[in-house]
């Protein structure tokens, strides 16, 4: 307050301009986008939450709804269905996240150094990372196919044939495996990020006391990462816990339930048999659920930023 | 340890399984894509075979020409309406401060975390309620709202490298709020993005990445978005 008052007595005609930008105000720009997102995004997330505490089904969806309450989560979260879905759902989160940033971590430390080949390697990595995750899941679906590239290597063993999308809770690995393929990437980006930000003296030190190699990595590197490895796992927890495409593409959730994370049962409930109403309640506890990652994210950084 | 990691074994086995990987799922496709039905189905053609273009000639027809008019309505379509919509309000993002942008920059950071079929879902009936089902217009509809929230965040790092002094400038000389917008701060921010593509990475980790080990360190700051 004081500055400004001083800034008013001794340069006027600053202070007016000042003013009138304020009065202006940019504020002004931000209302079509504001006004979109009130119509394609928050007004139907109110009919997403008026749709889980109505009874919908496909013969009322575009009439009016009968209200139910909450009996419509409450049932739907009790169902064999929803407990299996959220087995799933962890599964698929710790083998997404867990391979993701283990192969990032590694690969960030192969390529460290770069080169030709390193660099070539990294641009490889990225162009699949840069794929859209249905191009990614279609061909992958195709490379585990039995006869596809995965178990014509195998068969050069004579071992396999292994049917990946098939058998027992196979699918789910295989899809969240070749989630966690995309997932490499980036973190590998991140951390190398991280790596290439670290000032060559510590780890020339830790060479001048005799460091073994995997002495540096435990003790010097990985708590150098730290930071990173944080937020990028909670990241990487928000992105595998709401992922679909993949799941889409390459099992559409089956055989059976074997591959339906959460996510993909709201879809299956509302798109496959028209239960419009359970559809929404497990996608709001989905949502809750991400919202929940998002804050520990969102913690992390400012802790981050802080330190 | 990194002497040992330049020179080692590990480096290169490690290079090679990441280059087998992230390389071998490219080439296995475009090779099946040259290979006759009999061929992907004989073990002995798995890497020696008559490559043939066959496959491509059969599916360059009457429907992919639909397909990609399709794909180019969708996605210009698309593109033009979320930066239409995403730019102003990245503006805005970057020059007003106070409690409604805090509110703001949080709730679009959850829309661009929601699981698709929440907003599947909800939007299968207001878009029917539209009449929007099953047309082009509702896929861009739904497109937009999907991307605009990540588009603003990407956006606004350039509007607040833009300097204030300019556009105060431009108040001074007369011009309206309006004209400061589209003469001033969107010009140089469309100089920016040709100029200095570093900061076209909303996140600092990504930018640098770019750089080369040979190059300055700096150390990065991170950014919430």
């Known amino acids: ?307 | 340890m990194s002497a040992a990691l330049r020179r080692g074994w590990v480096t290169r086995a490690g290079t090679a399984a990441l280059l087998v990987v992230y390389g071998l799922p490219f080439i296995w496709l475009v090779a099946t894509s040259l290979k006759t039905d009999t061929q992907i189905f004989d073990r002995g053609a798995t890497f020696i075979f008559h490559p043939t273009l066959a496959n491509y000639q059969s599916v360059v027809n009457r429907d992919l020409l639909a397909a990609c008019l399709n794909s180019a309505v969708i996605a210009s379509g698309t593109t033009v309406l979320t930066l239409a919509l995403a730019t102003p309000a990245a503006y805005a993002l970057a020059r007003v401060k106070g409690l409604l942008v805090n509110l703001g920059l949080s709730a679009i950071i959850i829309l661009q975390i929601t699981p698709q079929p929440a907003s599947l879902i909800p939007l299968y009936r207001v878009l029917g309620g539209w009449n929007l089902l099953g047309s082009q217009l509702g896929v861009i509809l739904a497109d937009t709202a999907l991307l605009l929230p990540f588009c603003i965040l990407i956006i606004r790092p350039f509007f607040l490298a833009v300097p204030r002094e300019v556009e105060e400038a431009g108040v001074v000389d007369g011009a309206s709020r309006m004209r400061v917008f589209w003469q001033i701060a969107l010009p140089i921010t469309l100089n920016g993005s040709r100029r200095a593509p570093r900061s076209s990475f909303s996140s600092p980790e990504v930018s640098s990445c770019m750089r080369t080990p040979s190059s300055p360190t700096r150390r990065s700051t991170r950014s919430a978005c």
């Not at chain 1, 930008?21 to 995004?41: C, D, K, Q, S």
């Not at chain 1, 390193?118 to 990372?129: E, H, I, P, Q, R």
């Not at chain 1, 074997?258 to 798109?271: D, G």
């Not at chain 1, 109403?277 to 520990?296: N, P």
């Open chain 1, 1 to 307: 307050m004081r500055t400004a008052a001083g800034e008013r007595a001794t340069f006027p005609a600053v202070s007016r301009t000042r003013a009138r930008l304020r009065v202006r105000g940019e504020g002004i720009f931000l209302l079509p986008a504001a006004v979109y997102l009130l119509t394609l995004a928050l007004y139907p997330f109110v009919e997403l939450v008026r749709m889980s505490v109505s009874q919908v089904t496909s013969d009322n969806i575009f009439s009016d709804w009968p209200f139910i309450g909450l009996n419509g989560v409450q049932s739907v979260a009790a169902t064999a269905d929803f407990r299996e879905a959220a087995a799933n759902s962890l599964m698929y989160v710790v083998l997404v996240v867990g391979v993701g940033l283990a192969g990032g971590l590694a690969s960030a430390l192969t390529l460290w150094r770069g080169g030709r080949v390193g660099g070539f390697t990294l641009a490889l990595m990225v162009f699949s990372w840069a794929l859209p995750g249905l191009i990614n899941g279609v061909a992958w679906r195709f490379l585990l196919d039995p006869r596809g590239m995965v178990d014509s290597i195998l068969g050069l063993f004579h071992a396999g044939p292994v049917y990946w999308l098939v058998d027992g809770h196979l699918p789910l690995i295989s899809v969240a495996l070749v989630n966690a393929w995309t997932v490499v990437p980036f973190a590998t980006l991140v951390f190398r990020a991280a790596l290439l930000d670290m000032p060559p003296e510590i780890l020339a030190a830790a060479e001048v006391d005799g460091a073994r190699p995997w002495q540096t990595l435990r003790y010097v590197v990985l708590p150098l990462l730290r930071p990173s490895i944080l937020v990028l796992g909670v990241l990487a927890l928000v992105y595998a816990f709401k992922s679909f495409d993949f799941i889409y593409v390459m099992t559409f959730g089956g055989p059976g339930t074997a591959s339906t994370t959460l996510p993909f049962l709201s879809y299956r409930l509302a798109f496959e048999i028209y239960r419009y109403s359970q559809g929404a309640s497990v996608a709001l506890i989905t949502v809750a659920i991400v919202l929940l990652l998002a804050l520990l994210y969102m913690r992390q950084v400012r802790r981050e930023e802080r330190a």
